[in-house]
């Protein structure tokens, strides 16, 4: 337990030294990394810990989003109280998005959370465009903060407290029965606990996370719009920084988002167009094959390797 | 004595299959009963109907005088029943310790985040299987089918149950560790636990038993004590014909 805080608390210290020693560019670049690996960690907490994919999770990003947006763009709502309302809002949405996992897993279930997605995409632009903006979303939303810097500070803030938090949770019994419904759900019940119960607080937590990082990204942008909200690359950007940097781990996905984020970042000059994506994926793809279970476990073996193997019971990472 | 676990003329049909056909049997608080009979006769099926993983067309189960049909799986676990299966199904990438963990969970989400896991609790659970300390660290893709059996049993008796429904224990065992499973059974059978328990070994069931149900076809063929039960006409005709 000791070493692994020791670790984000060196973490936390590097990165908070980070702007003194590199250009607001990279900072920008830092901040989107920081919000993947919000949504990374909030996708990880349901679909990497109990093994229900979810494809939709823009649906609750997008909630989050939306809420804050309209509450404080139309309604002119502070952000103090648009935010938390947002949160709230995308936890009823999580219920939502909780209710098909009762009865189907699988594909089944992955394919439904895609509908869920696809059908906010259209009710945003058919339903109360006057609110939403329609297809061409809103702009001029209030920032919280201006600057490269401030909104680095509060981005990585954000993206270490829901780390941090979400790490220690999965460390406790109930972090152990959630892997446990991934690898058998019957036997989960088998030994007397209430799987549905269980399942249900995954979803609200991993709900809460998507609308805390949701609302708060809409505030960095100033401005929403559907088509790259719903998008279903959103979605594989998602997934492959949990997948490479190791799932069911929250550390992994930070990890994987900053990976994913600099690739596309470095690939970017090199190819403007969304070829892009297709050597991203290749990348991501042997990676995967190379170490299935992702950075995480890369950067454990070469400890392994360098320091000799640990003695004694310790828990999983 | 007051009965334990009463099932009454409960019916389970699969589609066609019929698999249990209007049983009805008993087990007394403290008792310990064979289920016997040939291969697809219904033994799991009935374990999965107390269990509540299937639900039975008609009939009624009782726990401790109380109807638990309606209860989910958990539900009845937490009221006292517990199951291991024919087929061991541990939790693949946790090693023996945490298999045995979620076996001793509360069902509270509270607690779980809050109190931690008791080590000192899982050992002796793991020991009284009689697995070694060194096992504990263990996956289950390391571990023999005896093992695993223990396994089952392990996270089984984590949960505590009054009564446990012990599915073919024996199967795929050595000697030796079916000698250790009947130790143990012997062992909890003395504290006052009562079970069911399913088994094609017969004699290594007889001294672990004060009363034997054989069935085919989902139905009761012969009740009583085991000698009574393996002497009986239509139940040497149904083993033979099998
Ligand atoms: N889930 C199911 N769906 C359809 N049929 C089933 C199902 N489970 C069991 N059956 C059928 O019900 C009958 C009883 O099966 P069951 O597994 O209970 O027998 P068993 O006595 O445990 O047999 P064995 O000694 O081989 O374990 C069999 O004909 C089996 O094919
Ligand atoms: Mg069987």
């Known amino acids: ?317 | 004595m007051s009965s334990l676990l009463v099932l009454d003329k409960v019916v389970k049909r699969f589609g066609g299959i019929v698999a249990t056909n209007g049983l009805s049997f008993h087990v007394d608080r403290g008792e310990s009963l064979a289920l016997i009979g040939p291969n697809g006769a219904g033994k799991t099926t009935i374990f999965s109907l107390i269990m509540g993983e299937h639900r039975q067309n008609s009939g009624t189960i009782k726990l401790n005088g109380e109807e638990i049909s309606h209860l989910p799986t958990h539900k009845r676990i937490q009221k006292g029943v517990a199951r291991t299966y024919q087929v061991p199904r541990p939790f693949s990438e946790m090693d023996v310790a945490g298999n045995i963990r979620v076996g001793m969970m509360p069902d509270n989400l509270w607690k779980m985040i809050t109190q931690s896991a008791d080590p000192d609790a899982e050992l002796t659970i793991a020991r009284s299987v009689g697995f070694r300390d060194e096992d504990l660290l263990r996956k289950p893709s390391e571990l023999s089918m005896g093992d695993l059996r223990k396994l089952e049993l392990a996270r089984t008796l984590a949960a505590k149950p009054e009564i446990m429904l012990l599915d073919e224990v024996f199967a795929g065992l050595t000697v030796g560790e079916i000698e250790q499973i009947s130790d143990l059974l012997a062992q909890k059978r003395k504290e006052g636990l009562t079970y069911i328990i399913v088994s094609h070994d017969l004699r290594a069931l007889e001294p672990l038993v004060d009363r034997a149900v054989a069935m085919t076809f989902g139905r009761a063929i012969a009740e009583g004590s085991f000698i009574e039960v393996m002497d009986d006409e239509a139940v040497r005709s149904a083993y033979l014909g099998q």
């Open chain 1, 1 to 317: 337990m000791a070493r692994p805080l020791l670790g984000w608390a060196i973490f936390a210290v590097a990165m908070l030294l980070l702007p003194q020693f590199v250009s607001n560019g990279t900072l920008r670049i830092i901040i989107f990394a920081n919000f993947l690996a919000i949504f990374a960690m909030s996708w990880d907490f349901i679909s990497g810990k109990t093994g229900y994919i979810s494809f939709g999770h823009p649906f609750l990003i997008g909630i989050g989003a939306y809420t804050s947006a309209i509450l404080s763009y139309r309604f002119g709502m502070p952000v103090s109280l648009s935010i938390p309302l947002a949160v709230l809002a995308t936890m009823v949405g999580g219920t939502l998005f909780f209710l098909p996992a009762l009865r189907i897993k699988g594909t089944y279930f992955a394919l439904v959370t895609l509908a869920f997605m696809e059908l906010m995409y259209q009710l945003v632009q058919v339903i109360r465009p006057d609110l939403t903006g329609g297809t061409r979303g809103i702009s001029g939303i209030k920032t919280i903060l201006s600057g490269a810097a401030p909104n680095f500070y509060l981005s990585f803030g954000l993206m270490f407290a829901i780390g941090l938090a979400l790490w220690l949770l999965s460390r406790t019994r109930l972090g152990t029965a959630l892997d446990a419904i991934s690898m058998n759900e019957e036997a989960v019940s088998g030994s007397g606990l209430n799987t549905t119960r269980l399942k249900l607080f995954a979803f609200m937590v991993s709900a809460l996370v998507a609308g805390l990082g949701g609302a708060f990204y809409v505030h960095y942008l100033g401005s929403i719009a559907p088509r790259a909200l719903f998008d279903i690359n959103f979605v594989f950007t998602i997934i492959v920084s949990v997948l490479i940097g190791g799932s069911a781990t929250i550390i992994g996905p930070i990890m994987g988002a900053f990976f994913m984020t600099f690739l596309l970042e470095y690939l970017r000059p090199l190819l403007p167009g969304s070829e892009r994506y297709l050597v991203y994926g290749m990348i991501a793809l042997v990676l995967y094959v190379y170490q299935p279970k992702g950075i995480m476990q890369i950067l454990k073996n070469l400890s392994l390797r360098t320091r000799g193997p640990q003695t004694g019971r310790s828990g999983n990472v």
